[in-house]
């Protein structure tokens, strides 16, 4: 069974910096595209980044577009998500995603979710 444990998270200031893993173990992360998602109180899941299984495409949504930079490394079965240039409406419970899908853009493509770490970000 695949299993997704994100770790990194915590409290910065802004224009701070973070780099959050996600440990991918229950199958090959090679044959998986990978995204990552948060979601802040009282707000629905919403996508971040993804990273496509073939030809290491990636994708961001915009509000993240040039500040974030999704990354993997298959020989050590980890996904990265750099975070630089922070801000305060970043803060949310950030949260690993796998898919057989050539690309996770939605929480209707995720097929595995890990448990999430929480990015809180001050002002």
């Known amino acids: 069974q695949v299993q997704l444990v994100e770790s990194g998270g915590g409290l910065v200031q802004a224009g701070g910096s973070l780099r959050l893993s996600c440990e991918f173990s229950?199958?090959?992360?090679?044959?998986?595209?990978m995204g990552w998602f948060r979601q802040a109180p009282g707000k629905e899941r919403e996508f971040v980044a993804t990273?496509?299984?073939?030809?290491?495409?990636?994708y961001y949504a915009d509000s993240v577009k040039g500040r974030f930079t999704i990354s993997r490394d298959n020989a050590k079965n980890t996904v990265y998500l750099q975070m630089n240039s922070l801000k305060p409406e970043d803060t949310a419970v950030y949260y690993c995603?796998?898919?057989?899908?050539?690309?996770?853009?939605?929480?209707?493509?995720?097929?595995?979710w890990g448990q999430g770490t929480q990015v809180t970000v001050s002002s």
């Open positions: 995603a796998a898919s057989w899908k050539n690309s996770v853009l939605t929480t209707k493509d995720v097929q595995d």
């Open positions: 229950g199958g090959t992360l090679s044959s998986y595209s």
């Open positions: 990273i496509r299984r073939s030809g290491g495409s990636t």
